[in-house]
Every structure is written in C-alpha cells, then in structure tokens.
Nanobody
C-alpha cells in the first residue's frame, strides 16, 4: 500500500503562486510514476504533470508547461507541484497519484484509472 497526503492548497488571487505537496508513505514508490491531476466541478479529472519518482524525467499537460513545475524530494518522499501565474481556470481539486508503469507509457500516464493510489485532494481556488 502507498499512502498519499496532499497539502498546500488554498485561495489565491489571479497571478499568484502556490506550492502543493504530496507526502508518500508505505510501500516503496521508487519504481512508480507520480502524477498530479486536477478536477474542476463538472469536468473530468485531467493530468497536470507527472514524473518518475526516482528520476528527473517529467511529463506536462502542454498548456500548463511553463507555469507549473513538478519536483520531488526523494529523501523525504514528498512530491511537489509549484504553480505560478495562476488563473481562475486553474481552480480545481488537485490530487496526487502513484502508478506502476513507466513514464514512457504515455497513454497510461494521462489516464486516471491506470493509477493505483490516490490522495484525498487539496482544493485550489483562484479568484479573479
């Protein structure tokens, strides 16, 4: 079992920044892909960014690259999502997830049902 706990969400004005954290515990996640997803009301859950837990390769939803950065502190088992220049359309519940497939499996990377473990989510609200 892998236990994931997100934190760092909140209310921010447009143009502001937030850093989300996802603390991982339990079975080793060293071979996992770690992803950040988001889900806005009435919309499907979508991938924001993903990376290999133990490497530096990353995958971004194209429109978000440049504003969002995914990183990890492997020693502390924490995954981060730095979000800059936030827009009202970034408002959503943000989740981290772990999946047992390689980052090269592009279809799996973007498919929520392919991930085995999920956190409870942290709300990000961007006001205009």
């Amino acid at each position: 079992q892998v236990h994931l706990v997100e934190s760092g969400g909140g209310l921010v004005q447009a143009g502001g920044s937030l850093r989300l954290s996802c603390a991982a515990s339990g079975r080793t996640v060293s071979s996992s892909v770690m992803g950040w997803f988001r889900q806005a009301p009435g919309k499907e859950r979508e991938l924001v960014a993903a990376r290999n837990w133990s490497g530096s390769n990353t995958y971004f939803e194209t429109s978000l690259k440049g504003r969002f950065t995914i990183s990890a502190d492997n020693a502390k088992n924490i995954l981060y999502l730095q979000m800059n220049s936030l827009k009202p359309e970034d408002t959503a519940l943000y989740y981290c997830a772990a999946g047992a497939f390689p980052l090269s499996a592009k279809i799996a990377v973007v498919t929520p049902s392919e991930y085995d473990y999920w956190g409870q989510g942290t709300q990000v609200t961007v006001s205009s």
